[in-house]
């Protein structure tokens, strides 16, 4: 079928919600601008599905019949960006971007013309191919500057009212095309509670093993969207039942609960936790964070699952190093993680800690964050506010009488990581709830220096 002239439904202002109200100061000029200079000028993708269904979007594209050096010199603040295809992103004060692309009829990862040379001329397309080139019906809405109507060439109007997922086209070949498809469908259901077409959710479970093609940095990047937007303990309960979390993550798989059981993993109870403390405190998750709460509980198994005496650290690393080689994870973003992971074993163990030493670790600079996911996992763990505020009062104190242990945590917690480990990740011994003594250090004797020798002389033992 020719979908260059396919006529799109046209609703028109009055039939929808979405205003310019709920738009950037930033987005709205991007658009006048492009159509103040005789250019068609759309808001699309994600920011007209969300503002549809009222939620804040995560941010705006603009789409044009402008090609891409045009929308340059109308812009002097903007960059050409982008390999295969060329877009646009117009600088804002404070860093933000609004990104703004011309229509084309291919979308830009698809797998069977990706060696094939891009010309301009087979490039661009019609605003219809480029609603056909878009993934989800949802997300091929266009919301048009000139008479602030939606563009609807794929019936998205209906399957958002219907709250459906569906793939535009035969969804076995588009995600044979782009199989990160198959996780952005995932992403999309769970943020909105939308329901994914019976032909898309078994196309997703049969053509998933093509994600292993995927590059792992679109991966990762998928991995975080889903974590930093509400409803991500409904994404892993959807990626365990398309059985895609094996191919992603696969040392996740045992922690998700099957919802159709009535059993909540504790991995969702844990992702609803960070969710629920983000809304209540208004605030952004950095990705060290994200990845702690993803990898804290096999983390925390695989260090149990040890026989004591294995040094923590060492171990953790070992455990971590070839997911984050997989997933191509930044080395300061899995290491921070790791330090959050390994330092809530000091919130069991600290008790046993000298108060002042206890204090002198708590004010280490990383130790702001591991508070933050000790609240996270005590409360996914059951506890509520103020018993975990009781339990971070007693190490918020220089030399404060140690109280903890009337208020060890219940044994719902998550335990701690070295729990039975020696050598915490702090650097104290692992807590047994008693105050040790500390043994005086005894300085060994100076080694014997030959004159005019630097180095002490090597020692022979018997
Ligand atoms: P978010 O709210 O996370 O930004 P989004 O749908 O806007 O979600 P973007 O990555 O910003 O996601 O993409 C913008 C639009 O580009 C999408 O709504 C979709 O129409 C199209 N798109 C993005 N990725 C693909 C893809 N892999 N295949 C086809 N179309 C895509
Ligand atoms: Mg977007």
Request: net charge positive; aromatic share 8%.
């Amino acid at each position: 079928m020719d979908k260059s002239d396919v006529a799109p439904r046209i609703i028109s202002r009055h039939e929808h919600c979405v205003s310019r109200k709920n738009m950037t100061e930033d987005v709205i000029k991007v658009l006048y601008r492009l159509k103040n200079t005789g250019n068609i000028a759309y808001l699309c993708g994600g920011g007209v599905r969300d503002l549809l269904q009222g939620i804040g979007p995560k941010d705006f594209d603009v789409v044009t019949d402008a090609r891409p050096s045009a929308i340059k010199n109308i812009f002097r603040n903007s960059r050409l960006v982008g390999r295969r295809f060329r877009i646009v992103h117009v600088f804002f004060k404070g860093g933000r971007i609004v990104e703004v692309s011309t229509f084309r009829k291919k979308a830009e990862y698809c797998q069977h013309d990706a060696e094939e040379p891009i010309k301009s001329d087979n490039t661009f397309g019609t605003p219809a191919e480029d609603a056909f080139r878009r993934d989800f019906t949802v997300n091929a809405l266009y919301y048009d500057i000139r008479n602030f109507a939606i563009i609807d060439y794929v019936c998205g109007m209906e399957d958002l009212r219907q709250k459906i997922i569906r793939a535009i086209g035969d969804p076995d070949v588009r995600f044979q095309e782009d199989p990160i498809r198959i996780l952005r469908g995932i992403r999309l259901a769970a943020l909105m509670d939308f329901t994914i077409e019976e032909n898309a959710l078994q196309a997703m479970t049969r053509q998933r093993e093509l994600i292993f093609k995927c590059a792992a940095p679109r991966i990762l990047e998928e991995i975080f969207r889903t974590l930093r937007r509400p409803n991500s303990d409904r994404a892993f309960k959807l990626l365990a039942e398309t059985q895609t979390l094996d191919i992603i993550l696969p040392d996740l798989v045992d922690f998700v609960g099957k919802a159709e059981h009535g059993f909540d993993g504790p991995l969702p109870r844990l992702l609803r936790a960070m969710d629920n403390r983000r809304q209540v405190n208004e605030r952004t998750y950095g990705d060290h964070i994200l990845l702690a709460a993803l990898f804290y509980l096999p983390v925390t198994r695989f260090l149990k699952s040890l026989p004591s005496g294995c040094d923590p650290e060492t171990t953790v690393n070992e455990y971590l190093s070839p997911i984050g080689a997989a997933l191509n994870i930044p080395k300061l973003a899995l290491q921070q993680a790791r330090h959050l992971i390994m330092a809530q074993d000091f919130f069991e163990t600290g008790a046993g800690m000298n108060p002042k030493r206890r204090f002198r670790l708590f004010k280490r600079p990383y130790m702001a964050d591991a508070v933050e996911f000790f609240r996270i996992q005590s409360e996914a763990g059951g506890l509520s506010q103020e018993e975990v505020e009781v339990i971070l009062a007693q190490y918020d104190q220089p030399g404060a009488k140690d109280k903890t242990a009337a208020c060890q945590p219940p044994h719902e917690i998550p335990r701690g990581p070295n729990q039975g480990i020696k050598n915490s990740p702090t650097g104290e011994a692992s807590g047994n709830g008693k105050n040790r003594k500390r043994r005086r250090r005894h300085r060994p004797p100076k080694p014997v220096m030959k004159s005019g020798a630097t180095k002490p002389e090597a020692v022979n033992h018997p």
